[in-house]
Structure formats: C-alpha cells, structure tokens
C-alpha cells in the first residue's frame, strides 16, 4: 500500500525512540493488547517534533479491519488496515502527535486494538509495530506548544472507544476541570462500520433513513457544537479493485475532527463537575467513537471566567428529501443545511478576549438507481466553514476554516464486487489566519480517481494527487497553482472473471474441432451457446429480482426491468432446445 501524500516532515535534531509493539498479533476477536510506557529518559522535553510510526503486515487473506492506539485513555491514532488476498502485505504510516505532548511527558498505560475475525475465508492474522520518536529542540527548531492537558473522553479503561448502537444516546464522561483555561477544544475520533453505517452515504434501502450524519457535542445536555464527516471508504468499499495498492482518502491514517469550545469557558472554568457527552445524529448501526479534550491554561490567575454572550444554535438542521421514481429509474436526493452563531467572553490574567465563532454547513446526496441495469451512481458535497474572531491582549485574530469534500462513485448492486466501478473523491481543506493584518493561508488537496473493470480484461488504474502548498484551488497537480503536487498512480493488468469465461469458450471451441462431421458439430456449438446464455440468464434474472425486491419493487413492476435477462434466458433456452433436437435427429 502507498499514498501519494508524504511523510511527516522530522528536523534534523537528536532524537530518541521509544517502541510501543513488536510484532504484535491480532488473531481473532477484539481483545486489546496493553504495555506501558515511558518518556525517554535521553531525551527529556521540551520537544520540537513527536511522530508516531505505525507498520502493519498481514500474510494471507483478510477483511479490512479498523484499528486505534490509546495511551492514557487518550486517543493517538485511528486507522484502517487493507483487504488482502493471499499474497503477504506490509504497510507504513506515521502521524504528527506533538499536540499530545503534555500525555507523553508521564509514564502510561498503553492500549492498542485492531479487532479481527479469523474464519475459513479470512484466515490470516494482523501483526502490528508501533513506535514513538522524540525530536529534541534546537536552535532552528524551537519548542512546539502543544495543549497543556488533554483529558480523553472514553468508555472503558480496557477498551476506551464508544462502541454506539442508538442514535437518540449521548456518550461521553462526567469531568471535574481546572479552574484556569484560556482555549479548550474537543476533538473527536470517529468511524463508520457495518452493516448499515459503513456505506451511509450509499444507504441500503434495508437499512432505511437518509444519507445525512452530524457529531453533536452536548456540554451538560446543551448543545455546543457540531461537524458533519466525510466518507471514510474502507479497501474493501464499493469495490475492493478500485483500492489496490492505492487506498482511499485517509484510508490508513483517519483525522479526527475539531469542536472549539472557548466561548464556553465560563461554564467550564466554574468548578463544578460537567458531563460532555457525543452524539451521532440520523445514524442506523455501529460507530466507534471517543474524544480528547484539549486544555490550554493560564498558570499566572487561580482561576478564569467568561459568560456566552450569543447562542444562534437550533437542535437540528434543515433536511429535506425527495424521492422521484419512473418505470426505469430511481432518484433519491437528501439536503441538509445549518447556520451556527456562538459569542462569548473569557477574562484571564492576560486581559479580556471576546470571540465569536459563525460556522454554516451545506450538505446533498443525489443517489440514482438505473433499475434496467441495476447501476447506481452517488454524487454527494458537503461544504463546512468556521469563521472564528477573537479580540483581546493578542490583538484581533481572525481565523477562516473550510473543508470541502465531493464524492461520484458510479457501481453495480447486482454484483458491487464484481461489475465495474468507479470513484473519484476530492477532499479539501483551507485555513486562513488574519492576525493583526497579517495574512498566512495552508491549503490541503487530496483527490481520487480509481476505476476497476470488474468483470472485463484490461487495464485499471487508481491515481491519488495530494497537495499542501498553501494555494487555495481546486485545480489538480500539473497546474499552475499546484506546483509541488505529489501523485501516486497505480496501473494493473487484470484478466477478470470475463477473461477466464473467454479462455473457457477457446478450450470448448478447441474441444469441438475434433468433431469431424459439420452438421454435429453445429448442433453441439448450438446447444453450448444455449445452455451457457439460458443459464446466465437465470442467474442474473434471480439476481435482479432480489436486488429489486430489495428497492421495493414488485414481481410484476419487475418484469421491464428483468426483459434484457428474461430475454437473454428464453433466447438461450430455444438455441439449447434447438441444438439438442439437431443431435437426437443426427443420432437416430
């Protein structure tokens, strides 16, 4: 497996590594692999880079899997591990975890998880080394400041993700909180798993519902935030062809995503104990979830306050869907907007900072069913911006984020592993700080373009073009704006199934020349034909009937649908009956 987006960038100070897992199995079940941990002795803080090292292998074949690492509770790394074949896999990652650096600073219980299944199709195990390397500071490459605390959000020591299974529960932890924060976000880490919620921006009709999720963050019952996510596409999603050796977008290293909550210090500065809890709207099955909460405090004031001084927040936001059908086609789109407005005031010994925080969400989903070939297509956007404005002893800080995300997945239902497919995806995310009239911009463009022939022989192709040159543009690499773009591009001959039935009418044919007399030998290619296209016809009739009956649909609004399968089989039956009479009458 490899990604066209590059490593994390490491100075070139003294380190110091300290190893997590050595080989590590993952048989079969979900039972966590637990160590402790240590701060390197050699190489005390402060530190200017921490990187996490995370190397993956899997001899034989296996189901994608999800995976995460913890250490105090605290949620490092989220991941996702290939679908694999029989042939022996390794994979890397590495991830920037310097903002957890006050969490490393102490000895720690460590806990890895990557629940696995061991059973006659997927045989293999999973076997894991993680490590952690500590860059010392240096004369060009000063302390990063990381959050003073982080306090996890989590459901068991032992296994410290939320396992949901309702969305109307609210998950999360009672805390008691110091007294003296100036910044405190919640970042949350989340993924999507079967049988409903991993495919929930494609939902089966079985499952029901729309295809829209929100994270709800709840600060003692009240609503406090939220972010929509994008879709995480497993390799093994719509069609394992499409992901090999190229993954999908943050396949292998997931984010997490980020709800500040400043304007809410004066709640959380007050003493008491506060319940901060994570909710998954509109969701039908299992998602995994926890979340870190990140402190930043001023040591110089016993204590900070603060007071909201605007709340513009409605429980839901606006959905609406419409569903339009004819004899031949299915169209089902969900929309979805929402407008948050958030003020307040934090008062600490550095003076008083007002902040405001204005986010607007726009989601759709357009999923069209083409009920004569059972194809079905997924266009779908979101767009996310967060405009935040502080003004205080700091100066006015004016901070615009926005994350994009598109996705055009074209598949079959009939045969979602084995028919053609197609994906292209783009996720973009752009940030622009003003502070004190000065402008810095980042922008990160990961894009997607992979098709599989499924059934056909040929060429396949998956391409991946990742950019973080600070340009805002939606271009793709070879552009101007995007002259340091990274591409990862991978081409593979595959026979397919169809090259394999090819290969098998050539050693029938080739059978068939040894017949001499012409007249039987076109009875019995007749009754070849026949048997082989009545048989096809009645599998694929079968097929599309259960797959219509899946949508709802009828036996009798069925049958056009069915007509190029019904056809195909009658077709097939007469040339078989044709061909076997010739024989009988040849032989008699």
Known sequence: MFTAGPPVARPPTPSCVVRLA????????????????????????????????????????????VGGLWIGQVELFRT???????????????????????????????????????????????????????????????????PDLVYPLFSTVAVPWFVTNNSS??????????????????????????????????????CGGSPFREFRTFLDGVLVGVVIPFPLMYSGAINPGLWKPVPSIDALNIPSYVVDLT?????????????????????????????????????????????????????????NQTVSSSPTTLV????????????????????NTNISIEQSLAFSNKRTIDLITLREQIQQSEVF???????GPQGNITTIAGTSYSLDAVF????????????DSVLNETSKNIVNGKVFSTNRLDSI????????????????????????????????????????????????????????????????????????????????????????????????YESLNSLGVGILPSLLPMAPELGGCSSGICLAVLGLTRIRRFRE
């Open 385 to 391: 911006v967060t405009k935040t404005i502080s003004i």
């Open 332 to 351: 089902v789109k969900t929309a979805a907007r929402r407008s948050i407005d958030i003020s307040g005031t934090v008062h600490s010994s550095f003076g």
């Open 412 to 423: 079959s239902l009939e045969f979602t592993y084995n028919l053609e497919a197609g994906v």
């Open 449 to 544: 373009h992979a098709f599989t022939l499924g059934l056909y022989p040929g060429v396949e192709k998956t391409t991946e073009e990742f950019s973080t040159n600070g340009h805002n543009n939606s271009s793709v690499c070879g552009a101007t704006a995007y002259p340091s773009c990274l591409t990862a591009v991978s081409e593979r001959i595959d026979f397919g199934p169809l090259g394999f039935v090819v290969l098998g009418i050539l050693l029938v044919l080739d059978n068939l020349r040894s017949i001499r007399n012409k007249k039987l030998l076109r009875a019995q290619t007749l009754f070849t034909v026949g048997y082989i296209t009545a048989g096809t016809g009645v599998v694929l009739s079968f097929l599309k």
């Open 80 to 146: 996702t591990t290939p679908l694999t074949n029989p042939s022996p896999i390794r994979w890397h990652v590495d991830k920037d975890v310097t903002e957890y650096a006050s969490v490393l600073m102490r000895n720690q219980n460590v806990t890895i998880i990557v629940p696995n299944y061991v059973g006659r199709g997927n045989p293999a195990s999973i076997f894991v080394n993680a490590t952690i390397t500590f860059f010392e500071t240096g004369p060009s490459y000063p302390e990063f400041t990381p």
């Open 169 to 206: 529960l609210a998950l999360g932890s009672r805390l008691t909180l110091p007294r003296q924060p100036t910044q405190v976000a919640l970042e949350i880490y989340a993924t999507p798993h079967s049988p409903c919620d991993e495919f929930w921006y494609a939902p089966d009709v079985a």
């Open 22 to 65: 050595d080989e590590q199995r993952f048989a079969n079940g979900e039972t966590p692999f637990r160590t402790s941990y240590s701060p390197p002795l050699a190489c005390p803080p402060p530190w200017n880079k921490i990187v996490l090292n995370w190397w993956g292998s899997v001899s034989g074949s296996q189901a994608d899997r």
């Open 263 to 319: 304007p809410f210090i004066g709640r959380l500065a007050d003493g008491n104990p506060h319940t901060i809890t994570l909710q998954i709207s509109n969701y039908h099955d299992r998602w995994r979830i926890d979340g870190n909460l990140l402190y930043h405090l001023d040591y110089r004031a016993p204590a900070t306050s603060g007071s909201i001084t605007g709340y513009n927040f409605l429980p839901d936001p606006s959905i």
